[in-house]
Antibody, heavy 121, light 107 residues
């Protein structure tokens, strides 16, 4: 069974940094692209970033480009999101999601339960 | 950026009824469209990908169709557990975008 467990969320002041982690199990982690998707509570879904199976392909939403960095460690079955220069509009529940494919354009076929990031002074 | 518009925003129906949800793209996404279901307090779940392929474990009462800019998700006979919010998403290019969602509520 696929399991994705996010951690690292919390309350942070604007301009500060936070690093999210996602521990994956139940599948061959290095065979799939991985994604971060966020959702403001009570609102819709926004794709944030993705990384292909070997970290050779990375993409970001314009809203986070230059501030967020996605990475993965296939030896540790882990996905990360380094978030710098946080803004109040980054407040959301951040989901780690497994891609349906190993790379390229993708869908999200398994999701974690999310970790809440609140950016406020 | 491709904008996906879902309609209607809310649907009130009874168990056993057939429902068709709509998703329209601002430009062609070919067949690269998926549907997700999200229940309160839960993460989304992939239902349909590439327009009409059911994801693993998804019941046959869920089906998808369409191409280009107009897509539909059909639930042939609503079960109590189907009342949720449904989102569409394309994978034609970055950024992937989602529709704003259709809420299916019990009448």
């Amino acid at each position: 069974e696929v399991q994705l467990v996010e951690s690292g969320g919390g309350l942070v002041q604007p301009g500060r940094s936070l690093r999210l982690s996602c521990a994956a199990s139940g599948f061959s982690f290095d065979d799939y692209a991985m994604h971060w998707v966020r959702q403001v509570p009570g609102k819709g879904l926004e794709w944030v970033s993705d990384i292909n199976w070997n970290s050779g392909g990375i993409a970001y939403a314009d809203s986070v480009k230059g501030r967020f960095t996605i990475s993965r460690d296939n030896a540790k079955n882990s996905l990360y999101l380094q978030m710098n220069s946080l803004r109040t509009e980054d407040t959301a529940l951040y989901y780690c999601a497994k891609g349906l494919f190993y790379g390229g354009y993708d869908y999200f076929d398994s999701w974690g339960q999310g970790t809440l990031v609140t950016v406020s002074s | 950026e491709i904008v996906l518009t879902q309609s209607p925003a809310t649907l009130s129906l009874s168990p056993g009824e057939r429902v068709i949800l709509s998703c329209r793209a601002s430009q062609s996404v070919s067949s690269y469209l998926a549907w997700y279901q999200q229940k309160p307090g839960q993460a989304p779940r992939l239902l349909i990908y590439d327009t009409s392929n059911r994801a693993t474990g998804i019941p046959a009462r869920f089906s998808g169709s369409g191409s280009g800019t107009d897509f539909t998700l059909t639930i042939s006979s609503l079960e109590p557990e189907d009342f949720a919010i449904y989102y569409c998403q394309h994978r034609t290019s970055w950024p992937y975008t989602f529709g704003q969602g259709t809420k299916l509520e019990i009448k």
